[in-house]
């Protein structure tokens, strides 16, 4: 049904968010189906969904890119994005979250909670976004809806509110039981229109336990409830659903529904929790800026000055459209906006409603909307748009640190500026692709998330008309970090040419950050007493060594893992200054490093592979032979679950193995974990002298 919109209350912002081939995509699709928004259901096999619009998701029946849709359900305004679930894209999650208000959650009923099922809802978790979960695939042989929500209470660790009993199962699946309202939804094979009737005699006793369980559990997390139970022992269908929508906005309780997406049964009733349990602009915080050093906040109002953020940008050769949340305030087209960063102004040449690949044109957009804008050429991905009478910054998403590399070159000479085009096109899309020259070979590096990701992006130049790309072999991004550290290093910069000189001399303990190798980051600690090195030279010399943390001793690669501690120095009357320091915490920790026992450290990835029971073993000697360290295996729908930590070196083609080992039954997703010691020999100890100085000119 379509409504006209009025009012923030009846929007809602919200994310599908699930692990690869749970069914985000086809949940998506019946959305659209049940709302009206389009009259043929599409198909993820058949290549003709919506949201999946890029030649290379049809092509691979994944989702790569988020995609944006708009719809209407009784009265309310559902703007919608479906995420990719594979691990690769997750910066697309990222970017996403930061914009939403509410998420579904999508679980495959056989399944249960899968590894990036975790990574999302952790990505969900710092952004504070309320979810609702969807049990998906009750139509599939050996559904269990409540092994399903026990998977969820166990490495989830939400409350699992359940609000509906399965009517039939696996194949006999036909409808649920909604225990707020105690009725009976079913669906036939036709249309997808919900049928309401009495509960079945047969599922009476077992809906009247389950509702009773619901009503004790609602009760214990809310204090109206609570209050209601204990005068009535029981709830009314109003104060439960009240209750079910307070403990889905605080986080405390989740509502989980169940259904088959792809035999479009339970998606009204899925629409319907969307509009009663998810918040609207108007629940959420008002949205937190800054300008000049002070903090800010402008609420979803249409009446205050505008304020938006970029999360995704399409940046074809045809045109340039920014994805915009508005937070604030009105924007009409023609309007001038500030790049908050950048401080360009700029005009907006279109405004447009969202639907995948296709758009409509708006005269205007409010506060609480989704659109696109045409003619904003400064924006990026995480760029603040507002009024320039009232300049605000919002807080941009954090992009992920790439940790696949591959070498690209074009293939003739002559297309190297072309490259570096699409290179610069791809990048501004997707920040977290990085691209890069190698100062030490001249080659052009592009970073990603992954070797599917890289993949991907390389491909995707190719057919928006790029010139033809060489690949090389993917490299991970190393790191280095002390094993051994070393006490009371001195070192001296003593630097006199004729003018005012440079006298620093610095005094640096430096150990391991954490108990073992492998622990990331970086402590500066200053311990110097009597002012023997004025503070200010104290910021310079942490300075310093930063920037000495940019290449080991062992590879050149980032150096992290470690503590350093500036125990003493001197300064002279005339030749000491910041840069005279900032120099001395530079080179001297340089040379500390080369006195240290370092070692190489590379990146892991947890990888679940899931295979016929009949491989196990082969496809565990395949991983003992990647260096991969099984951490477990069990057993899911009659196929064997095994999960490992592999060095994500070793990864690279594993996917075309494992189908070849496995005759093609044997799947896998990974997840990056950290950083693990990587084997290579451990240099000895330098002979380095404690004190060092550089030469005098």
Known sequence: MRTDITSLAAVRNLGILAHVDAGKTTVTERILYATGTTHKRGEVHDGTTVTDFDPQERDRGITIFAAAVSCAWDGHRINLIDTPGHVDFADEVERSLRVLDGAVAVFDAVAGVEPQSESVWRQADRHGVPRIAFVNKLDRAGADLDKAVASIRDRLHPAPLVVQLPIGAEDTFTGVVDLVRMRALTWGDGTGTAVEGAVPETLREEAVRRRRQLEETVAGLHPGALEEFCDRDALTPATLATALRDLTRTGDGLVVLAGSAYRNRG????????????????????????????????????????????????????????????????????????????????????????????????????????????????????????????????????????????????????????????????????????????????????????????????????????????????????????????????????????GAGQFAHVVLDVEPLGPEAGVTGFEFRSAVVGGRVPQEYVRAVEAGCRDALAEGPLDGHPVTGLRVTLTDGSTHVKDSSDTAFRTAGRLGLRTALRACVMALLEPVAEVTVTVPEDAVGTVLGDLAARRGRVAGSGTRGGAAVLTATVPLAELFGYATRLRSRTQGRGTFTTRPTGYAPAPRPTPAPATTPRAVSAPVR
Do not use: W
């Open 267 to 498: 998606i009204e009733p899925l629409l319907d929790a969307v509009v009663a349990y998810l918040p609207s602009p108007l629940d959420v915080p008002a949205v937190r800026g800054e300008h000049e050093g002070s903090e800010q906040e402008r609420v979803a109002d249409p009446q205050v000055p505008f304020a938006g953020l970029v999360f995704k940008v399409n940046a074809s050769a045809t045109g340039r459209l920014a994805y915009v949340r508005v937070y604030s305030g009105t924007l009409e087209k023609g309007d001038t906006v500030r790049e908050q960063g950048s401080g360009r102004t700029e005009r907006v040449a279109r405004i447009l409603r969202v639907m995948a690949d296709r758009h409509v044109q708006l005269d205007r957009a409010v506060a609480g909307d989704i659109v696109a804008l045409a003619g904003v050429k400064s924006a990026r991905a995480g760029s603040t748009l507002c009024d320039p009478g009232a300049p605000l910054l919002l807080e941009p998403p954090v992009a992920a640190e790439p940790v696949v590399s591959v070498a690209v070159e074009a293939r003739r000479a002559t297309d190297t500026g072309r490259l570096a085009v699409a290179l610069a096109r791809l990048a501004e899309e997707d920040p977290s692709l990085v691209v890069r020259t190698d100062a030490e070979t001249g080659q052009t590096v592009l970073s990603g998330m992954g070797e599917l990701h890289l993949e991907v992006a390389v491909e995707k130049i190719r057919r928006d008309g790029g010139p033809e790309v060489t690949v090389g072999r993917p490299r991970v991004a190393y790191r280095e970090t002390v094993v051994g550290g070393v006490a009371g290093f001195v070192y001296r910069h003593v630097k006199q040419d004729g």
